[in-house]
């Protein structure tokens, strides 16, 4: 799977969209980007995730660039319980068996009042 | 659709002593992975099953092994109990799709040996 680079820390406004950038330069025109975020103590939830186009659901989007280089994950509308560890992960989809997950470190972003 | 519960949520254990943790993964779902989660090595795999047969291994000591039954339900067992043993325990039920496999996380269950 292709590496990822996150910055360590955001803060977002709450109410305010939070832009969670994800490098991911060596991607394989395989491989999608996914998007999950970690709460303290609490199992990992999906976000997200997309090959190539733009996608949108009920939590978030995410911005894909042409290249496939980059991409960033859009809360709208940040609220305190958004508090968490985001990880950007880049995973070929697997044909007949389930892969491995592995998160780097990460962003943790911190929602204020 | 209910989500991914394992059971128990919290365990307190001593060195030497065995544990059996259980997973019910997303109804309809088939396969399921176990991953063990510490602040020193990150989220690590342990296994996945899918349709009672374990289809993939990390590079975890046979003391962990697994196991699923014929409703999906999965256990994980670790036996001889180590202090580095003491980790968040996390279950993902697998979700193949159409348009890229996603894993859906329970809540965990947290593991203290003393």
């Known amino acids: 799977d292709a590496k990822t680079t996150q910055p360590p820390s955001m803060d977002c406004a709450e109410g305010r969209a939070a832009n969670l950038p994800c490098n991911h330069s060596?991607?394989?025109?395989?491989?999608?980007v996914y998007w999950y975020r970690q709460i303290h103590s609490q199992g990992p939830q999906y976000i997200i995730h997309g090959l190539k186009n733009n996608e949108t659901n009920e939590m978030a989007s995410l911005i894909i660039t042409e290249d496939r280089k980059s991409s960033t994950l859009i809360l709208p509308h940040a609220t305190l319980r958004d508090t968490a560890v985001y990880y950007c992960?880049?995973?070929?989809?697997?044909?007949?068996?389930?892969?491995?997950?592995?998160f780097g470190t990460g962003t943790r972003l911190q929602v204020t009042l | 659709k209910a989500g991914v519960t394992q059971t128990p949520r919290y365990l307190i254990k001593t060195r030497g002593q065995q544990v059996t943790l259980s997973c019910s993964p997303i109804?309809?779902?088939?396969?399921v992975s176990w991953y063990q989660q510490t602040p020193g090595q990150g989220l690590q795999f342990l296994f996945e099953y899918f349709s009672e047969t374990q289809r993939n291994k990390g590079n975890f000591p046979g003391r962990f092994s697994g196991r699923q039954f014929s409703n999906s339900r999965s256990e994980m067992n670790v036996s001889t109990l180590e202090l580095g043993d003491s980790a968040l325990y996390l279950c993902a039920s697998n979700d193949p799709g159409l348009a890229g496999e996603t894993q859906y996380f329970g809540p965990g269950t947290r593991l203290l040996v003393l």
């Open positions: 060596t991607i394989s025109g395989n491989e999608y």
């Open positions: 109804s309809g779902h088939r396969s």
């Open positions: 992960i880049v995973r070929v989809f697997p044909t007949g068996t389930a892969s491995k997950l592995t």
